[in-house]
C-alpha cells in the first residue's frame, strides 16, 4: 500500500493541528518533506487559497501557503516524493497558465507533479478576483479537458466551450508524457468528474464508508488513484496493532493510497510518527 502525507504547517485547519506547527519555519516544513521522501512516502501537499474571509476562518484556518512557491523550494530538498497542490481551483486560473507553471516544476522536480484540482466553493473568493462562479462546474470540466491537451505540450491546441487556444508556445513544458490530473472535492459529482477527465479522486471531507459507496456507483478504470484519509486517527506508536487493522479497513474501503497526518506537540513527534507509521503500512496487504 501507499502512504501520503497532508503537509502540515503549510495549512492550519481547525483541531488538526499540533501547538509546533503555529510558529513553524520552511525549514521545519523541509525536514518532515526529506523524511516522508526517505521513508518512501508518495506524495505530499500543499492547498490553495489566495484570501479568506474572516467569518470562515473557523471552518478553514486562518492560514494556506502557496504551493508553487511551497513545492518548488520542497522539489529541490527531495529525490523522489511526488508533489501535489491540493487543490488548484480551476475557475481561478488559465489552463495555460497552470501549463506552464506547473510544467515548470515538473521540469525542475523531475517529473514528480501530480496535479490536484477542484471546482471551489468560497464565493467571496471567486468574487474577490472576479471569476465566474456559477458556471464553476462546465468551466472546470472545459479547462481539465484543455490541461490534458496542453501538458506536455510545447505547441498545444484546443477548442472547447471555455478555452480556446492554438498558436502558442508553452516553454517549458511537463517533462512527463502524462502529468497525473486528481480530482478533489465532496460530492459524486468530484468523482463522477475524476473518472471522466483525470487519473485519480482525492476528496475531502469524505467518509472511507461514504466513498466506498460511491465508488461502488461508477466503473473505476484501470490505474485510477483513490486518495483517502483514515477510518480514524492512527496512532502507530501507543496503538500499532489498532494503526494497522485502521489502514486495513481504509484500503477496504476503495483507497490505493492512505493519506495521514495527526496532530503531535513538536516536530520530532510528528517526524517519530512517520517514521513509526510507515513501517507499520508494511504489514498490510
Not at 506524495?43 to 513545492?71: F, K, Q, V
Not at 484543455?146 to 471555455?162: E, K, N, V
Amino acid at each position: 500500500m501507499k502512504l501520503s502525507i497532508a503537509t502540515p504547517v503549510v495549512s492550519l485547519h481547525p483541531g488538526a493541528h499540533g501547538p509546533w506547527e503555529v510558529a513553524a519555519t520552511i525549514d521545519d516544513v523541509a525536514q518532515v518533506a526529506e523524511t516522508a521522501d526517505r521513508l518512501g512516502y508518495f506524495h505530499l501537499t500543499c492547498s490553495e487559497h489566495i484570501a479568506l474571509p474572516a467569518h470562515e476562518l473557523e471552518r478553514r484556518g486562518p492560514r494556506y501557503w502557496d504551493p508553487l512557491a511551497t513545492l518548488g523550494y520542497l522539489a529541490a530538498r527531495t529525490q523522489q516524493i511526488r508533489l501535489i497542490p491540493h487543490v488548484l481551483v480551476l475557475p481561478y486560473h488559465h489552463p495555460l497558465e497552470i501549463a506552464k507553471r506547473y510544467g515548470t516544476l515538473d521540469l525542475i522536480s523531475n517529473g514528480r507533479v501530480i496535479l490536484g484540482v477542484g471546482v471551489g466553493s468560497l464565493k467571496e473568493e471567486f468574487e474577490l478576483i472576479e471569476a465566474p462562479f456559477d458556471d464553476r462546474g462546465p468551466r472546470s470540466d472545459d479547462a481539465m479537458r484543455a490541461l490534458r491537451a496542453a501538458l506536455s505540450q510545447r505547441t498545444p491546441a484546443y477548442h472547447g466551450d471555455f478555452y480556446d487556444f492554438e498558436g502558442m508556445v508553452v516553454d517549458p513544458c511537463a517533462v512527463q508524457p502524462r502529468m497525473p490530473i486528481w480530482v478533489g472535492g465532496r460530492t459524486l459529482r468530484s468523482l463522477r468528474r475524476a473518472v471522466a477527465l483525470g487519473d485519480g479522486w482525492t476528496p475531502f471531507a469524505v467518509t472511507p464508508d461514504t466513498a466506498r459507496q460511491w465508488l461502488d456507483r461508477v466503473e473505476v478504470p484501470a490505474g485510477f488513484e483513490v486518495v483517502l484519509p483514515p477510518v480514524e486517527p492512527l496512532d502507530p506508536v501507543k496503538e500499532p496493532a489498532h494503526a494497522v487493522d485502521t489502514l486495513a479497513a481504509t484500503v477496504a474501503a476503495g483507497a490505493t493510497i492512505v493519506s495521514v497526518g495527526r496532530a503531535q506537540d513538536s516536530l520530532s513527534e510528528y517526524l517519530e510518527y512517520l517514521a513509526a507509521l510507515k513501517e507499520l503500512s508494511s504489514s498490510v496487504d
